[in-house]
């Protein structure tokens, strides 16, 4: 209705004319239909926002209270314990802490390092240069005109990993389970055998673990750094490209000198939801991280992520467990809200640096 | 600002109206009898097979049963958001107090929980008692163990760690698992005791019994427990495990009853097989529980619930054991029938 309304004076006018200044259209006062549609529009927007803020509200005050009787037993030492004995009635999220980050770390820097290639490859003409290649290989000249082609195949593949983003959580933890563990379990024990003294390789693999978890866990995240960095690349202005290549660049330093510090923004924006993800990812990881409370370096060790230890804990959960795990479940919530708030002002720096 | 002044009001005439519109929508709705449980993922499905039959048969009865688990069947009961729970730990005293008006506890039918193991080249094995508690606290770490190859003269044990799987969610099977094993080693007890999610020293864990048997079908050495029926339709290893009596018994229908009727059952109806005495009963069993309120005001629905116990009791038992479910020994299935009479409207 809102949006119909402007055009619905024209409506009676030819096409053609839709952009021609008719005199006195302008200077026209708004019907009071127009007036009545414009601020009923305004003031569902102000609810809907409302209701927005209203539930993120909610939620956070019902978590909080659940979780005030037992944060008022554990106190801050929950955060630093690092037993989970509901015998005893020890409770401290210390490893599902270090585990959480250290996930969500990891997987960050792997999804990062191919989400950032494959967004430059999708972006700056690397298909149509590979696939010329290769038919030139072969002694195959093409037209220009099969330019068009190489184009669209870019855009199969963009949706291609778009589509990583459609498939059930739990779909990767039964691959990671059935696929991913058992491949790289004697590539990871053969590491732990030549170069146990690392740390990061100072245990063996014996099923699930941190590595099977931050590979899938990067696959998980690798849609949304593609698709975000891929559209920050593609609206960089073809002027600057030109002009790179203008003052002699080569398509190397075009792309790390000027290229990529121009779409940084976007591309961290990108890192800063996929970590956001990450954090969060439940199922997954509940499935393949080993759920041990230990706090190692080690790649090949299991670990806990407190969203993990949540889905793990609640079905069975009795009251009093109910308010530990919320308390837990507020302190997932704060460290997302810090990574978030740590990404918006690291944002906001670099896009400053950027216009000076 | 003088337009917006009264938008929160409108905002909460839109959501009362909202959600005043909801209220009457699933209101309007209970033509038939429906009763509503959630609780024990354990037993769902023979419950659903039970409730789905018994559906069938009786059109204006429609029952849904929800596996979210024991703790949140217990947590429904006493919140009264559902008609019936389930439960496999049962009910504790104070949980019961809570309950306004009390509940029963009636047990449906039972299980056994096996131990799995991933040892190529052993196709049968023997555990003695101290052998799968030393497994379990992480002191039986090697296959060659003594303690494992003197339950086994012939077999050939590799010199291989033991890679412990266990359960890494709360669920009523490490509750019952870790029970039986506080009650055959006064060490476990101490160490660890019976918990849905017990702290166990050693292993890795795993979610659910599916992944489990993941880890154990994928992992050369390694050794778990999982549901019984689950085990059997994964075709999973099993051990035969050293009873009270000193006899090694693997898992059956057959060993499971006998391991049942050595219980005898409280007037509450809960009782536990923690370690039963009998020379052919299975050591790991336990029965596992449907939740019910003393008293249900609406006469309707307590009639269709009565009758619907009343099914499950008698003829749903023949659908147990090919589930894999042990079907409970007639002494337990007068004693559910009698308690199922004393609650009223």
Redesign the interface.
Known sequence: MALQSPSAGGAASAPESLFAVRPGEITQAPTGLQRMVD?TF??LS??FA??TIFLVTFIVLRIVVSALPAMRHDGLGFLTGR??????GQHGIAGEIWGTLYTSVLALVIGTAFGLAAALFLSEGFMGKAIFTILRGFHVHLHPFWAKVPDQVEDLLKRLIELLAAIPSVVYG?WG??VV??LI?PACNWLHLKLGWVSFFSTDL????VLPAVLVLAIMILPTITAISRDALVSVPPKLRMAAYGLGATRWETITGVILPTASRGIFGGMVLAFGRALGETMAL??LV???NQISVSLFS?ANTLA?LL?????????K??GILMYAALVLLAITLIVNIFGALILKRASRSAME | MK??FW??A??IA??TAFMSSCDSKSGASSEGIKLQGAGA?FPAPLYNKWFKAYGAAHPDVQVDYQS?????G??SV?DKTVDFGASDAAMEEE?MGRVTGGVQLLPMTAGAIVIAYHVDGVPSLNLSRKAYAGIFLGQVKKWNDPLIAKANPGAKLPDLPI?V?VR?????TSYVFSKHLSAISPEFEKA????????WPVG????GN??VT??LK??PG?IGYVEYGYANSQKLTTASLENKSGKFVAASTASGQAALASVELPANLIGWASDPAAAEAYPIVTYTWLICYRHYPDAKKLAALQDLLKYSLKDGQNDAEALGYIPLPASTVSKDLAAVQTITN
């Open positions: 601020s305004r003031r102000f609810v409302c209701c037993v989970w004995d509901p015998n005893t039964l389970l059935f563990i058992p379990r014996s099923g699930p673990g509940a499935m080993g759920n041990s299991p993990a889905a793990n804990n609640f079905p069975e959960a009795g009251p467990e109910v | 337009n917006l938008t929160p409108f905002a839109v959501l993922s979210v688990g024991s703790g949140s217990k947590k006493i949980e890679n799987v890494a969610d709360g669920s009523g660890v005791g019976a918990n849905t999610m017990p702290n890795t864990k795993s979610k599916e992944g993941a880890s994928t992992t390694s």
